[in-house]
Structure formats: structure tokens, C-alpha cells
């Protein structure tokens, strides 16, 4: 299947796309982000998009996914600390979304959007319905249960096939130094930031572990039909908050305390996955005791990129020396700036009185250094430093009181701010303008890269397609070379080895070819097991109404209710409007009853159809050569052809057939001819072998061919079975 996965990057989206791609599925994802430095598991094909973008459209169409599913609640691209912000942004990317998947759902694209237990508040006695009225209480849970009724309404109104899947609490192994949203994962960073816990034993819930809750994803996503549109991913195992601390403290160091802040009446929340539990099936793999452990082990593991200096499990050294760190990091261009003046006073003072530095101002070019280097602000520091360097070493000669009202000194001051803050200035903006363009820059790269990627894509993907065409089983040029081979054989083998090519394409031991006798009636013409043959030798197809109901639409039929007493998949052949073969599949994997098997099978079943066609043509026009003159019964050339071609496909286990020699069948072949065949069925053969009369009883064995021996009797001719052809 293509699928196309739409979220950012997170465990469950990692967990996701190896689940499906060891299940042999195309995964396309789109990440909801321009930038490409987040890291995900390897997809088919990448798209670095945002929701809203008109790209999106071209992706659907490019891809043609046969299931969408958006991650929702655990889409890493929304920062829900901006609550109302965000709220807008995730209605609108929702509502472009589904958009997008109505204009492919005539595909039969199924939609799945992703929620969680957030969408209900309070207490509730028994385990919570999928049909309960959702209670959100903040901005993301009313996002959610707004997506929850927009895909209602797409589902009733559009027609898309949307299903909304509600989790509850899902938890496991983090990403290391990665922040997760539920129980298990926040009291492991109490515990460890801490050193202690604090719990509400009347707060009772339930939570699933990811490689479950993404074992019932990715089971509805290859499913074709659902009953209902909202399920519930639910372990529906009790645990209060108590129960959880106390797990979370045996799995970690001694030293943890848990706090008790029971409060209040019970709060009671667990979703009821009964409904997904009937429709699907549900087992629980991994259950609290082994969960929980887990987490804890990984986190205890890789406590330090958990546990931040400010932490108090951090200690008071390593606070004191964040501190440290962060003064440091914003006093160094000071402390430059001061251990710079200290040298630029040193110099000023011992070229005093100097005729060759005379008119050199040392604290002028002090200040412009550092105008130049650290811009406006460090020159306005400097300026002052500078200041204070020039009274002092004025005061030498003269009092402090005669340097402040000296005209000079104020000449010289302004002088030296004027410059300093213009140069400042002059590099700020210079600064400024370098970043502006960078950024342009950038973002001109970014597009630059994006329309490279789209191009890489497509180059990949049409590379892909060629040696697909090429070289896979299921290409439309591999489909042709094995039908093809069927030109090699006699006309009258050809629906023989047709069973063989159709197992071959459709990659399946248990495939028969039915022949229609009537508008009622089929008859087994070859098969390649005993599994093919289970419905018999004759059936009656029009009492299979499913199934005939399918064919007579000409669409292929495919048992989604795995009834034991009919076919896997099956099509049929028709010419001229009139069915003529039945195409019948046994042994294959439900995975692989999907629109792509079925649009197969119509080709192969359409290839088959035309090298029949050409055999029967071939066939009818050497009719008044292949009979005796005026008689039904076949010469013997080409009666001797179609023994041989029968016991080939015997020997091959292709099918079943009786070779009988009538005895005393004096008189006229027309008129011998006349009477044999009202004993004998449309499929069966009459000719010449050696110069006797032969009956050839096709898809029938030794113990069958009883029946029509004593029907011969009855009628004045004896008849003895016949193994070899001479």
C-alpha cells in the first residue's frame, strides 16, 4: 500500500514507519516543516512542507496514498504553549488536509487522524463510550475535539472515508533529552530532578504502550472497511497515580520519596476499547510491570541530558557553577574591554612628552577598536573608560577642579563620543545589513534546496518506476512476459498452463480456472492444488451471490469476510459480454487483498482472456479439418493432440482426466457420435485414437468415470478406461 504519513518527528512516528515498512508498504511522509535538520526513520519519499502549503495537493496527487494518517495529538509541529495561536494553526492544516485527501479519496483514501483522551475532563464511573460528548478543557483539547468534528463532517458531508483514532495515554522509551506528554515519562523526571514524587492515589487512569498502540495504528490503516468512524487505542488496565510513583521508585535509585497529595473525590478516566476490540482484535503485549521498567531504565541511564544545572538534583555545585558559566559568558567583551584600557593608559602614559606620538591619541584609537570590533554598546563603555584615563592622567600636571573646567577637555570629550557611537553605529548597521541579507540568502537557499529536492524526487522516484516497469513482478512488462509465454503453447493447452501463469503473477500455490458451461454453471478446467479444488468440479456460480454479484459487475471480487466456503479473490474473463472463464484464488495473505491485487488481477485475467481468445479463433478455424465430416467426433490427429495435452497437464497435477475405448460401436461416427454425447457433459471430448472410438472425460478421475461407464452400458456400449496413448 502507499500511505502517507503527515506529522513531525517523534518516537511514534519512528515506530510507525518501521512497522510499516517491515509489513512491504510504500511510506511517503510529509514533516510539516521547511527546515530538513530533524531526523526521521527511512521513508520511500520525504517532503519537507508545511500543511498549509499548495504543494501538498501535488503530493497527494503524485503519491496517490491509498491511507493518510496525521499524527494529531502527537504532532511534534505544534508548540501548545501558544494555545490559542496554535489552535488556529492546527484547525487550519486539519481543514487542508482533508481537503486534500476528499480530492483523492476517490481512490478509496482513508484518513486517520490521531486524538487522545484529552478531548474529556472530570470523573467517570465506567470506562468512557466513543459516542460520550467530549469536555475539553483548554485550548488543545478544544484543537482536538474541533479536528475530531471536522473529520465528522467531512466524513458525512464529503464522503472521505475519515476514522478518528482517540489514544490513551501513550507512553515508552523516549528519545534521549526529549520531553514526553504522559504520566510515566513526568514522574521519572520528578524523580530525577528531584529526588522525590508526588502522587494522587484518587487519580486512576490507564495507559498503552507504544509498540501496541502502533500495532492497532498501523491494523487499521491496511484495513479497507470500518464500521464505525471513532475508535478507541485503549488498554483498559487500571492504575492510580500511587500505583505508577511506587513502579517508578523500585525501577530507580534508593533515595526517592513519594509524596502523598490525595485530595478530593476519585478522578476516574479510562477510554473503552471494546469497540475496537470486536471489529479487530486486540492483544496487550507489553503491560505495566515490563513498561514502566523500561522507561526508567533508559532514563536513569541517560539521566544527565534529563537533569539541567537549576535542577535541585543537579546539587548546589553544579548550580553554582551554571551561574557561574552564564556571568561569565556575559562579562568577557567587559572584561576585555577593561584589561585593553589598562594597556591603552600604560601606553598613553609613557609616550607623555614624546614629539613622535604627540599627536597621537591613543584613547581616540581605543575607542575606535572597540566601535570597530563589539559596536555601539562596548563603544559607549569604552568612551567612558576612556574619559576616566584622560582626567586622571591630566591630573598630574594640574588639579582635578582646573580638568573640569578646561573648554579643552569637553572639546576632546565629545569629540571622542561623536566618533565612537557613529563608528559603533556605522558597524551595528552594517551588521544588521549583513544579517538581512544572509537571512534572504538563506531563505532564497531553502527555496533553491526545496525545488532541488522536489526535482531529486522526481528523478528517484521516476528511476524507481522504470525499474519497476522493468524488472518487478508486478510491472506491467513482467505481467506481459509471463502471459506471453503462453503463445508457446498448443491451442488446446492453453488453459492448462494458464493456471501455472496466474499463480505465478498473483504469487499464490492455490489458483483454479473455471470454465462456464451456462449461465448457471462452471466447470473445473485446471487447478494447481488440492486447496483450488476444494469447491469441486462443477459449481453452481450464480448461488454464490456474493461473489456473482461482484463478477457481474465485471469487478473483481475480494472475500473481506474471509468466508472459508469461497475464493480469496476471483474475476472473470468474458468475451462479448458472456463470461467465459472464472478466475479463483485461494492462497494468499489478507495483507494482500488490496486495490492494487485486485487492479493486477484484472490485467493478468485481461492477458489470459486474449491468448484464449486467439486459441479458440485458432481452433474454430480449422473446425472443418479437427472433425470427422458431418460429426461431432474429432479426428484422430487432433483428438491424439488433445489426449497428449490433457495427460501432460495430468502428469503436471494441472487437472484430472479418464481416457475410454468404447466398445461395440458399430454404425455410422454421426450417428455413434449422436448418442454418446447425450451421456457425456459440453466439456467432455469424443474421437478417433488408433482407429477406435475414444471418450475423453475431462476433470474427472478414475472412480468418477464409474458413473458414465454405466451410463454407456444403458444405452448398448461398453466401455474399458484407457491409461495409455499409444
Avoid at 464511573?125 to 483548554?138: R, T, Y
Avoid at 600636571?397 to 559603533?424: C, K, P, R
Avoid at 494458464?498 to 466447470?523: E, K, P
Avoid at 469476510?561 to 476471483?570: I, S, V
Amino acid at each position: 500500500m502507499n500511505i502517507l504519513l503527515v506529522g513531525g518527528s517523534s518516537k511514534i512516528m519512528d515506530a510507525m514507519i518501521d512497522k510499516l515498512n517491515k509489513g512491504s508498504h510504500r511510506v511517503y511522509l510529509l514533516t510539516g516543516r521547511r527546515e530538513k535538520k530533524f531526523t526521521y526513520k527511512r521513508a520511500f519519499e520525504r517532503y519537507d512542507f508545511l500543511y498549509d502549503d499548495d504543494n501538498v495537493m501535488n503530493i497527494a496527487e503524485s503519491v496517490k496514498p491509498e491511507a493518510v494518517l496525521f499524527m494529531g495529538a502527537y504532532d511534534t509541529n505544534f508548540d501548545w504553549s501558544k494555545g490559542r495561536q496554535e489552535a488556529v494553526r492546527f484547525t487550519s492544516s486539519l481543514i487542508n488536509l482533508l481537503s486534500v485527501c476528499s480530492a483523492a479519496g476517490k481512490n478509496g483514501c482513508r484518513f486517520l487522524y490521531l486524538s487522545s483522551q484529552e478531548v474529556y475532563s472530570g470523573s467517570y464511573g465506567g470506562c468512557v463510550l466513543e459516542d460520550e460528548p467530549a469536555a475539553p478543557k483548554d485550548y488543545r483539547a478544544m484543537a482536538l475535539a474541533q479536528g475530531e468534528s471536522i473529520c465528522e463532517n467531512y466524513r458525512k458531508m464529503q464522503g472521505i472515508n475519515a476514522i478518528t483514532l482517540r489514544m490513551d495515554r501513550v507512553y515508552g522509551i523516549p528519545r534521549e533529552g526529549q520531553e514526553e506528554d504522559n504520566p510515566c515519562f513526568r514522574m521519572c523526571l520528578e524523580a530525577l530532578r528531584t529526588g522525590s514524587i508526588s502522587a494522587d492515589s484518587k487519580n486512576v487512569f490507564s495507559m498503552i504502550y507504544l509498540s501496541d498502540a502502533v500495532e492497532q495504528i498501523c491494523r487499521m490503516l491496511i484495513e479497507r472497511e470500518s464500521k464505525a468512524s471513532c475508535y478507541h487505542i485503549s488498554s483498559m488496565e487500571e492504575i492510580s497515580e500511587m500505583e505508577l510513583a511506587q513502579m517508578v521508585k523500585d525501577g530507580l535509585d534508593a533515595g526517592v520519596t513519594i509524596t502523598d497529595n490525595t485530595m478530593g473525590d476519585v478522578r476516574r478516566l479510562i477510554l473503552d476499547g471494546k469497540r475496537y476490540r470486536e471489529e479487530y482484535g486486540q492483544k496487550t503485549f507489553v503491560h505495566y510491570g515490563e513498561g514502566v521498567k523500561k522507561v526508567v531504565q533508559f532514563m536513569a541511564k541517560h539521566r544527565d541530558s534529563y537533569i539541567s544545572a537549576g535542577d535541585a538534583a543537579g546539587g548546589w555545585g553544579a548550580r553554582l557553577m551554571h551561574g557561574a558559566r552564564v556571568l561569565l559568558r556575559r562579562m568577557v567583551p567587559y572584561m576585555e574591554n577593561i584589561v585593553c584600557f589598562i594597556l591603552f593608559f600604560i601606553a598613553d602614559n609613557r609616550t607623555a612628552g614624546s614629539r613622535y606620538f604627540e599627536r597621537l591619541d591613543f584613547y581616540l584609537l581605543y575607542v575606535l577598536l572597540f566601535a570597530t570590533v563589539h559596536g555601539q554598546q562596548q563603544a559607549i563603555f569604552s568612551g567612558l573608560l576612556a574619559v576616566a584615563g584622560y582626567i586622571f592622567g591630566q591630573m598630574y600636571g594640574q588639579s582635578g577642579f582646573e580638568v573640569l573646567l578646561d573648554f579643552n577637555t569637553y572639546v576632546w570629550m565629545a569629540q571622542l563620543f561623536i566618533v565612537g557611537m557613529v563608528v559603533g553605529y556605522m558597524r551595528d548597521h552594517l551588521y544588521q545589513i549583513r544579517d538581512e541579507k544572509d537571512e534572504e540568502l538563506r531563505y532564497l537557499s531553502e527555496k533553491l534546496e526545496g525545488i532541488a529536492d522536489i526535482n531529486d524526487s522526481n528523478v528517484r522516484m521516476k528511476h524507481s518506476f522504470e525499474a519497476q516497469l522493468v524488472n518487478q513482478k508486478d510491472s506491467l512488462g513482467k505481467i506481459h512476459e509471463i502471459t506471453s509465454s503462453l503463445d508457446k503453447y498448443e491451442p488446446e493447452e492453453v488453459l492448462f498452463y494458464a493456471a501455472q501463469v496466474l499463480g505465478r503473477l498473483m504469487d499464490s500455490r492455490d489458483v483454479a480456472v473455471y470454465t462456464v458451461a451456462n449461465r448457471d454453471y462452471a466447470r473445473l478446467f485446471s487447478s494447481t492444488s488440492a486447496q483450488a479444488r476444494k469447491l469441486g468440479s462443477s459449481i453452481k456460480y450464480t448461488d454464490m451471490t456474493k461473489l456473482y454479484g461482484e463478477l457481474r459487475e465485471h469487478r473483481v471480487f475480494i472475500n473481506r469476510e474471509m468466508d472459508e466456503d469461497l475464493p480469496l479473490m476471483a474475476c472473470g474473463v468474458y468475451a462479448a459480454e458472456e463470461m467465459q472463464l472464472i478466475l479463483m484464488i485461494w492462497g494468499i495473505p489478507w495483507q494482500r487483498m488490496t486495490l492494487a491485487e485486485a487492479n493486477r488481477l484484472t490485467i493478468v485475467g485481461t492477458l489470459i482472456q486474449n491468448a484464449t481468445v486467439r486459441a479458440s479463433r485458432y481452433l474454430e478455424s480449422l473446425k472443418s479439418q479437427r472433425y470427422v465430416e458431418g460429426t461431432n467426433v474429432l479426428t484422430e490427429a487432433a483428438f491424439g493432440q488433445l489426449v497428449k495435452a490433457f495427460f501432460e497437464a495430468r502428469d503436471k497435477g494441472l487437472t484430472e482426466c479418464t481416457l475410454l475405448e468404447i466398445q461395440g460401436g458399430n454404425g455410422s461416427y454421426k450417428a455413434v457420435g449422436a448418442m454418446l454425447e447425450k451421456n457425456i457433459r459440453q466439456t467432455d471430448y469424443i474421437g478417433l485414437l488408433e482407429g477406435t472410438l475414444c471418450v475423453l472425460l475431462s476433470n474427472t478421475g478414475r472412480d468418477n468415470a464409474k458413473g458414465v461407464v454405466e451410463r454407456f452400458r444403458s444405452s448398448g456400449f461398453e466401455s474399458l478406461p484407457k491409461e495409455e496413448m499409444v
